[in-house]
């Protein structure tokens, strides 16, 4: 439960940087992802899910 509750706090910090540090280049990529169809949304996501996978992995072989 403890991992749980770290990564959500992690993905919390990442997202309210990002919104802090360039909320105008967010909107640009946003705009960009609505342009992109459905299939390379859904590869953006499937790419993002392994990426995530592999540091998580990562992470752990490292002893965290």
Partial sequence: MIWVLLAIGLVAVVEGL??????????????MMASL???????VGLVSVAVG????????WIGF
């Fill in 18 to 31: 990002v919104l802090a540090l360039a909320p105008s280049r967010l909107e640009q990529v946003l705009a």
């Fill in 37 to 43: 169809s459905i299939d390379n949304r859904r590869l």
């Fill in 53 to 60: 996978a592999t540091l998580i992995a990562l992470a752990r």
